[in-house]
């Protein structure tokens, strides 16, 4: 059982929502086509989900991840995202935090957005970071330290937690100081090792 927790910080993709997988497959494809290359539905899942190294093995040695991201927020066209995103079933216990909640997201601000609003799940949340270049990406600690902030609670000896899909949600745990809370969606192989975090549940339900 985890503890009592001042605050909540959850990742957004892959841990309170997915898309549906012929989204997915549109968006890698349209990539594909861009960057004259061509993977696999598991390897598009890769890319979807998997950490940088993952995507690293994935892609060719002369294009970098950034020029990747870069084409693949070209073509992933934020109200259509929205329209295929769905909650997962046991997301909705976020809504039922008994404290200040926020969000720390890879999610581009303009996608972001819509899919807050299409879900109706702005209202969940005291705050809603999304990185970026200037702010810094998950694992480096900028993102959830700017959370904090957010909901009043940077400093003071509140005791906070991340909860993500991915190793790098658990490593910006870890570096900003919370815990973290691993919740197992995906098969291994997505972040290289089979147990990450504090805590490792399959489901929010587990709580």
């Not at 861009?34 to 950490?51: A, K």
């Not at 975090?197 to 929010?204: C, E, K, L, P, V």
């Amino acid at each position: 059982m985890v503890p009592q927790y001042d605050y909540w910080l959850f990742d957004l993709d892959g841990t309170l929502v997915d898309v549906e997988s012929s989204y997915r497959r549109r968006v890698v494809t349209g990539v594909e086509d861009r960057l004259s290359l061509s993977f696999t539905d598991e390897q598009r899942y890769m890319l979807w989900h998997g950490t940088d190294e993952v995507r690293r093995d994935l892609l060719p040695d002369d294009l970098g991840i950034r020029e990747f991201w870069e084409v693949f927020d070209e073509v992933d066209d934020p109200v259509e995202r929205a329209e295929a995103t769905y909650l997962y079933d046991d997301a909705d216990w976020v809504a039922d935090v008994d404290a200040p909640a926020g969000i720390v997201t890879h999610c581009p601000e303009p996608v972001a957005e819509v899919v807050f609003d299409t879900l109706g799940i702005r209202d969940w949340f005291e705050t809603i970071v999304c990185c970026s270049e200037e702010l810094g990406w998950k694992p480096d600690p900028a993102p959830v330290e700017h959370a904090k902030r957010g909901i009043d609670v940077a400093y003071n000896g509140h005791r906070g937690v991340l909860a993500g899909d991915s190793v790098c949600d658990v490593g910006a745990a870890e570096n900003a100081g919370l815990d973290g809370i691993h919740v197992d969606r995906h098969d291994p192989d997505v972040n290289r090792r089979a147990s990450i975090g504090d805590y490792r549940i399959a489901s929010f339900a587990d709580l």
